[in-house]
């Protein structure tokens, strides 16, 4: 991701990603997290002038009532992991929140596919008509 950090703790944030990267760990989800939250607490510190970081992480994590626990849940591990990384730095005060307890796990189901299934897709496949290629690539892909 090429976007730049941008609320009160930016440098904080570009160096907990840069330290989570240098231990090999990809963090492409956790970026995008933590690129969710930078959004959030720029207009978070400025609604709140007397703003506390441990505050606006739940107030993040509950910003969104229609997200599925899991998600919550996985953003909220990234947030633990970030306010252990702060915990470390001497320069801050870091007051962790009393973290919620979320489910980890999800409870999609996977629906299996019969042969039956399959053919009835492939057929389906055939009628698409718009556009032109669409029937043709379609069939190819599956």
């Not at 941008?6 to 570009?14: F, M, N, T, V």
């Not at 840069?18 to 933590?34: C, D, P, V």
Request: net charge positive.
């Amino acid at each position: 991701m090429s976007q730049i950090f941008q609320s009160p703790i930016a440098a904080e944030l570009r160096n907990f990603l840069q330290f989570k990267r240098s231990l090999g760990y990809s963090y492409g989800r956790a970026e995008y997290a933590l690129h969710e939250f930078d959004r959030f607490l720029v207009g978070f510190a400025g609604r709140n002038p007397e703003w506390r970081l441990d505050r606006a992480a739940i107030t993040w994590l509950s910003s969104k009532p229609a997200r599925k626990p899991v998600s919550v849940s996985m953003d909220a591990a990234v947030l633990r992991q970030l306010f252990t990384y702060l915990r470390r730095m001497p320069h801050l005060d870091v007051v962790e929140p009393r973290w919620p307890s979320l489910p980890t796990e999800s409870a999609f189901v996977p629906y299996h596919l019969t042969e039956r299934d399959i053919v009835k897709l492939l057929g389906l496949c055939m009628v698409l008509d718009r556009p032109a290629f669409r029937s043709s690539l379609y069939r190819a892909w599956s």
